[in-house]
T-cell receptor, first 111, second 109 residues
Framework: DVKVTQSSRYLVKRTGEKVFLECVQDMDHENMFWYRQDPGLGLRLIYFSYDVKMKEKGDIPEGYSVSREKKERFSLILESASTNQTSMYLC??????????FGSGTQLSVL | EDQVTQSPEALRLQEGESSSLNCSYTVSGLRGLFWYRQDPGKGPEFLFTLYSAGEEKEKERLKATLTKKESFLHITAPKPEDSATYLCAVQAGFQKLVFGTGTRLLVSP
């Protein structure tokens, strides 16, 4: 079974902190994604990567950056956390197409 | 702008009571419509892909259908373990999906 592992289930940070969310997949997938999920808004794509060191902006990239130094690992960085970045963050991977395999998510609270 | 609207927001069924969830979409040239299931505290799990009007896919008690404007997820004789949030999404560009806000389904024994 494909496994997508997110490093933290719950995270509490202060405004202005730099925050790193880590994601690892074990199936040699080319594509990796970061989404955030908010009530009433659904899942929204922040960034995705289709190869090592390649990244593309999604629909809401402002305030975020990403890093993919190795194929299996995709990191989401909040340069200076703000309260409006309190959300559930979901990492996903796919080999081809749009059958995405999601991690269990990181619930981030920014106080 | 590509958009996905799901209805109802929430649905409560008795075990064995069949029903349908709706996903209506507006997209410039549909390239794919996707259904996912999400259990509380977990990430979404892929169910189906539909590409063209008239296409149908089935998995156990679930059947997904597609027209030019909407998709339905039919649930036949549901069981309590079918309780989850069902998400619909459309392809909106390279590696981009636009998701609806989901339908929360609760099946009571």
């Amino acid at each position: 079974d494909v496994k997508v592992t997110q490093s933290s289930r719950y995270l509490v940070k202060r405004t202005g902190e730099k925050v790193f969310l880590e994601c690892v997949q074990d199936m040699d997938h080319e594509n990796m994604f970061w989404y955030r999920q908010d009530p009433g808004l659904g899942l929204r794509l922040i960034y995705f990567s289709y190869d090592v060191k390649m990244k593309e902006k999604g629909d809401i990239p402002e305030g975020y950056s990403v890093s993919r130094e190795k194929k299996e690992r995709f990191s989401l960085i909040l340069e200076s956390a703000s309260t409006n970045q309190t959300s559930m963050y979901l990492c996903a991977s796919s080999l081809k197409g749009y059958e995405l395999f999601f991690g269990s998510g990181t619930q981030l609270s920014v106080l | 702008e590509d958009q996905v609207t799901q209805s109802p927001e929430a649905l409560r069924l008795q075990e064995g009571e069949s029903s349908s969830l709706n996903c209506s979409y507006t997209v410039s040239g549909l390239r794919g419509l996707f259904w996912y299931r999400q259990d509380p505290g977990k990430g979404p799990e892929f169910l189906f892909t539909l590409y063209s009007a008239g296409e149908e896919k089935e998995k156990e008690r679930l059947k997904a259908t597609l027209t030019k404007k909407e998709s339905f997820l039919h649930i036949t004789a549901p069981k309590p373990e079918d309780s989850a949030t069902y998400l619909c999404a459309v392809q909106a560009g390279f590696q981009k999906l636009v998701f609806g806000t989901g339908t929360r389904l609760l099946v009571s024994p």
